[in-house]
């Protein structure tokens, strides 16, 4: 069974803004620790006093972290930004052999479109241009499930330090979810971190992506 100091550090992880509170020192300890045995239902289990020295050793050890978001925002103020718009989404049946997707590639890559196939357990995941859409639904028509348009393709070209340092994925994604920015497909090729989002929420992006402006 949990122990006490486990449950609560579990807790704290699995709330973001409560752990950023922590680590800023902007926190009652005491209202913290009531808030926590009654939500896991173990005030009667255990005392108050032992959630609450949980909670401030948690506090101690998370200030060491801090070092690795500065790691983390050093890389991405050395990051680019590129961004295509006029993006679609395509989700295929799998059952397409990779032959036929070898030769709609082709014609796409003959008008330098834009091609990103991700291979799921039960389908393929094809990311195009909106002007090559009709050679691929001319090949591939029956075998499309769903096709999603007005979207852009947010590239984040970082250093090769991204490769060696942990959290960063969870910087990014921390800062579109707080914004209530949904990212409709990922991925990544080495040190370019691929995110495709609706059009409308480019501006938005560009605003949040501003890394030197988040270290000051």
Not at 138 to 154: H, P, R, Y
Not at 158 to 174: D, F, I, K, Q
Not at 176 to 187: A, H, K, P, R, S
Request: hydrophobic residues 40%; contains cysteine; charged residues 30%.
């Amino acid at each position: 069974m949990p122990t006490t100091t486990e449950l609560t550090e579990n807790y704290l992880r699995e709330h973001p803004s409560i752990k950023d509170c922590l680590k800023k020192g902007i926190i009652n300890y005491s209202k913290l620790a009531r808030k926590i045995g009654k939500e896991l239902g173990i005030e009667k289990k255990t005392s108050m006093e032992a959630i609450l020295i949980a909670c401030r050793r948690f506090a101690v050890k998370i200030k060491k972290e801090e070092v690795l978001e500065e790691k983390i925002l050093t890389i991405l103020q050395q990051s680019t930004l590129e961004i295509k718009n006029k993006v679609v989404v395509v989700i295929i049946q799998k059952r397409v052999p990779l032959e036929i997707m070898e030769r709609v590639e082709k014609k796409v890559r003959k008008t330098e479109g834009l091609w990103y196939l991700i291979e799921g357990t039960k389908v393929f995941t094809l990311i195009i241009s909106e002007q090559d859409l009709e050679v691929v639904k001319n090949n591939l028509k029956k075998e499309i499930i769903k096709t999603s348009m007005g979207l852009a393709l947010i590239t984040l070209k970082s250093p090769e330090e991204l490769e060696t340092t942990p959290g960063v994925m969870s910087y990014l994604y921390s800062l579109l979810g707080d914004q209530g920015i949904n990212v409709v497909e990922t991925m990544s090729c080495w040190t370019d971190t691929i995110f495709i989002v609706e059009e409308k929420e480019v501006s938005k992006i560009i605003g949040l992506f501003r890394f030197s402006a988040l270290s000051k």
